[in-house]
């Protein structure tokens, strides 16, 4: 499953600008680019994530 940005900001609580913050410092994970204005993340990248938070 793929998510898009609305998704993700929803998952995790945050604005969009605070997500494209994260991927800016290399604090979360790049998103696949469909086309220039359209990027989606995978289930398990964003699972990933999750699991080194808790590390």
């Known amino acids: 499953m793929f998510y898009s940005i ?4 929803e998952r995790y609580g945050v604005a969009p600008k605070s997500i494209w913050r994260w991927i800016r410092e290399g604090r979360f994970p ?6 220039p204005k ?3 993340w ?5 699972q990933a994530y999750e ?3 808790k590390k």
Do not use: I
């Open 51 to 53: 699991e080194g938070l």
């Open 6 to 9: 609305k998704e993700v900001s």
């Open 38 to 40: 359209t990027a989606r």
């Open 30 to 35: 790049k998103p696949l680019k469909l086309s």
């Open 42 to 46: 995978h289930e398990a990248d964003l």
